[in-house]
């Protein structure tokens, strides 16, 4: 029972066009939604986050969007560059008790192709 | 500087074998996380510290062990009883709040 998915296991875009990376959740615990990078054979990087009292976030290139009624949320980035090409990760999170560590709950990634 | 090491990068076992990875962090943060990934899915949680001598079970800690003796150190034991030990494992650590994962360059372990 995945929590979080990732339905596009690919995506392909053109150098300086926007690419935009879709993620969906079923549980409506979630209040707390991250996007992490991945190159092979390296640790996930942190990109941005984004807490459910929000609808955007934006850093740079990077904005990532929730909708919450759709339990959906995306990453943007604009322009995309060829080092952008990566498997990214969303990641989501519920409250715990207060000061508690929380888990984070992974989808499956998605391959981002940047073509020069 | 700062960051989470884990070692060693490559990692080879027979089977049967009980292997330990190493996951060390000096970025003070109090909770610390294994997780495994395996091709095509997500990262999986296996245990999580939030604190020195405490620690507990994730999705899939069947098979596997930890110890959280010192704050900067959260290894982790694939045993014998892990049925497909063969994977990527990652080491990951966040300070309480904010909540972002930090995590290690991972260790790749192929059991034969």
């Known amino acids: 029972d995945q929590q979080v998915k990732q339905n596009s296991p690919s995506l392909s875009v053109q150098e300086g066009r926007i690419s935009i990376l879709n993620c969906d959740y079923t549980n409506s615990m979630f209040d707390y939604f991250l996007w992490y990078k991945k190159y092979p054979a390296e640790g996930p990087t942190f990109l941005i986050s984004i807490s459910s009292i929000k609808d955007k976030n934006e850093d740079g290139r990077f904005t990532v969007f929730l909708n919450k009624s759709a339990k959906h949320l995306s990453l943007h980035i604009v322009p995309s560059q060829p080092g952008d090409s990566a498997v990214y990760f969303c990641a989501a999170s519920a409250g715990g008790s207060s000061g508690s560590a929380r888990q984070l709950t992974f989808g499956s990634g998605t391959q981002l192709t940047v073509l020069p | 500087d700062g960051g989470i090491t884990q070692s060693p990068k490559y990692l080879f076992r027979k089977e049967g074998q009980n292997v330990t990875l190493s996951c060390e962090q000096n970025?003070?943060?109090?909770?610390m996380y294994w997780y495994r990934q395996d091709p095509g899915q997500g990262l999986r949680l296996i245990y999580y510290?939030?604190?020195?001598?405490?620690?507990q079970k994730g999705d899939i800690a069947e098979g596997y062990s930890v110890s959280r003796e010192k704050k900067e150190s959260f290894p982790l034991t694939v045993t014998s009883a892990q049925k497909n030990p063969t994977a990527f494992y990652l080491c990951?650590?966040?300070?309480?709040?904010?909540?972002?994962?930090?995590f290690g360059p991972g260790t790749r372990l192929t059991v034969t």
């Open positions: 990951a650590s966040t300070p309480r709040p904010p909540y972002e994962q930090y």
């Open positions: 510290s939030q604190i020195v001598n405490d620690f």
């Open positions: 970025l003070n943060h109090d909770a």
